[in-house]
C-alpha cells in the first residue's frame, strides 16, 4: 500500500476499530527522518457547534455530563453531522438540546480541532433571532 502523506511514507494500515462515529487506524510508516515507525489516528464524522446569541446579548450554553471526562462539561451547542448540510445539523442540533430556533445562523467557518492525530471538520455557526421551544433531547443527552 505504499503512500505517500506529506514528508511521511505510509507502509500499511490496520484498523483497529470503527463505528458509526469513529474509525481508529495505526500506520506502519516511514518517518520523516527515514527511520520506521508507527502512527495512530482517529477519524471522526464532522461535527457542528453552534453558539446562540439572544437580542440582549445572553448566550446560551448546556451542561452535560460527558462520559469521556467523567464529569460535567459547560459547552457550546454540538452534535454530528449526519446525511445533512452542516447548517441543518446546526438548526437540528439547537432545537434538540435547548428547544432553540434561530431565524438567522450565520457561518463562522470550518476548523479541525485536535489536528495532531484527530480528523475531525467541525461547522462553527452563531444562532440569532432566537425563539424558544421544548428541547428534543435524544435518550444519552442529559442536561
Known amino acids: 500500500m505504499k503512500k505517500k502523506n506529506g514528508p511521511w511514507t505510509i507502509l500499511s494500515r490496520d484498523r483497529k476499530y470503527k463505528d458509526e462515529f469513529i474509525e481508529v ?5 516511514i518517518q520523516p ?6 502512527y495512530a489516528t482517529v477519524e471522526m464524522k464532522p461535527g457542528c457547534c ?12 448546556v451542561k452535560q455530563f460527558r ?3 467523567g464529569v460535567e ?5 454540538c452534535g454530528g453531522v449526519e446525511d445533512e448540510k452542516p447548517i441543518d445539523a446546526a438548526r437540528r442540533e439547537i432545537k434538540e438540546e435547548l428547544g432553540i430556533e434561530a431565524e438567522d445562523l450565520q457561518s463562522l467557518g470550518t476548523a479541525e480541532t485536535d489536528t495532531s492525530i484527530v480528523h475531525c ?6 444562532a ?3 425563539n424558544f421551544k421544548e428541547p428534543e433531547r ?5 442536561m
Do not use: Q
Open 33 to 38: 527522518d527515514g527511520k520506521e515507525g508507527k
Open 67 to 69: 462520559y469521556a471526562l
Open 138 to 142: 435524544e435518550g444519552v443527552e442529559v
Open 121 to 126: 471538520p467541525a461547522h462553527f455557526f452563531v
Open 50 to 61: 453552534t453558539l446562540p446569541i439572544d437580542d440582549d446579548g445572553n448566550v446560551y450554553l
Open 128 to 130: 440569532k433571532k432566537l
Open 25 to 29: 487506524n495505526e500506520d506502519r510508516v
Open 73 to 77: 462539561s459547560l459547552e457550546a451547542i
